[in-house]
């Protein structure tokens, strides 16, 4: 440790606050005069008209998800999001953003969705001089506003890859012209509507056949491996066929790659005719998901057999169908290779900024 800095426990560099009321999620309002600050991703959750509810900042304080392990630094008046979050006030002697930058640099365990603040109290910060905490801020401030820029400008590529794809699909199903024609998708597929055993029958030891409830499972075109089993079978999907998530979130598809599996209510199974091929009718869906209607009810939306049978699907003979399908195979594999290359390209902007991090706060910065 470089001279002059100490090591202080992390429940010694924080001091005690007052929570206001902490608003549940599902109270949240789109608009407001008062921001919600809780643990997700997005810096501003939801926002409160509720004056009495405001948390008064006073000093620059840190904001962490006992949940997420997310972390933020605030220096305005906000209100509390309910559950998982945590008010952290570093004493006097701490810079509150040198506090928040040392807190991600902290090698937490990831506990999935359980609590992490406990494994937080645990750990110990190094601590040095203020005026040096003050110059080591400036240095990592500059150097994230250039990798956040960095990684703004790839996620920009990005989705500008994922989109070219959706564009193309788009632009092909939406071109009904000479030699097309307009069918219900009943009339060129068999719709099976899943149905679940009773859970009796569900284990993980791989007896009878694989089971599927909804769409946890789905991959990027072919089902993951399955974790259950079901010894009673309701109703099957057979190999080849897609399977569409009918509850929310309704309509994303996927294909089935086993011989055969038991589908539940949260899933159908869509055999193609001889009419159509399967992967023109794949990317027709892919494309249709967004126009897909369900029914609303009091806990999912979901889709039913009959609305799924009537979709309409444009359709041309097989020769143009395979035409299609292997345009939009040449492109998917171009777009996952761009998708890929950027996704590296994020991947190694993290590990960047961990680097930085660790260098600051061995006080090699």
């Not at 809780?38 to 998800?65: A, C, H, M, T």
Request: charged content about 25%; overall charge neutral; some cysteine.
């Amino acid at each position: 440790m470089k001279q002059g800095w100490e090591i202080k426990n992390f429940e010694d560099c924080i001091v005690k606050v007052r929570n206001t009321t902490k608003i549940p999620k599902k109270k949240f309002l789109n608009d407001g005069a008062y921001p919600i600050i809780s643990q997700e991703n997005e810096f501003i959750n939801g926002y409160w008209d509720n004056e009495d509810d405001i948390f008064r900042v006073e000093k620059p304080l840190v904001i962490f998800g006992d949940h997420t392990k997310k972390v933020k630094y605030v220096d305005f008046n906000f209100v509390m999001g309910a559950d998982g979050i945590k008010v952290l006030q570093p004493i006097d002697d701490i810079n509150a953003r040198f506090f928040f930058y040392q807190i991600q640099s902290l090698p937490i365990e990831d506990l999935g969705y359980a609590r992490h603040f406990r494994l937080l109290k645990k750990q110990y910060l190094s601590i040095p001089p203020l005026d040096e905490q003050k110059r080591i801020v400036a240095k990592l401030d500059e150097c994230f506003e250039a990798i956040d820029k960095a990684r703004a400008n790839v996620e920009k590529n990005l989705n500008n890859a994922k989109e070219l794809f959706q564009s193309q699909l788009n632009e092909i199903f939406s071109q009904i012209g000479d030699g097309w024609v307009e069918k219900k998708l009943g009339e060129v597929a068999e719709v099976i509507a899943g149905q679940s055993p009773k859970g009796k029958y569900y284990n993980d030891k791989g007896v009878g056949l694989p089971f599927y409830q909804g769409k946890k499972l789905f991959g990027e075109k072919h089902l993951d491996e399955p974790n259950t089993w079901s010894s009673v079978t309701t109703k099957e999907s057979y190999a080849g066929d897609i399977v569409m998530s009918v509850r929310a979130p309704v309509g994303d598809v996927n294909f089935n790659y086993h011989k055969k599996i038991c589908i539940g209510r949260g899933l159908a199974g869509i055999r193609a005719g001889e009419t159509v091929n399967k992967d023109y009718l794949f990317y027709f869906l892919i494309h249709h998901k967004n126009k897909i209607v369900g029914n609303t009810g009091a806990v999912f939306n979901s889709i039913n057999k009959t609305q799924i049978s009537n979709i309409i699907i444009p359709m041309v003979d097989l020769a143009q169908q395979n035409a299609i399908v292997n345009q939009l195979d040449d492109l998917k594999s171009q777009t996952q290779s761009l998708e890929s290359n950027y996704q590296q390209e994020l991947d190694a902007l993290d590990e960047l900024k961990k680097s930085i991090l660790q260098k600051a706060f061995n006080g090699e910065l």
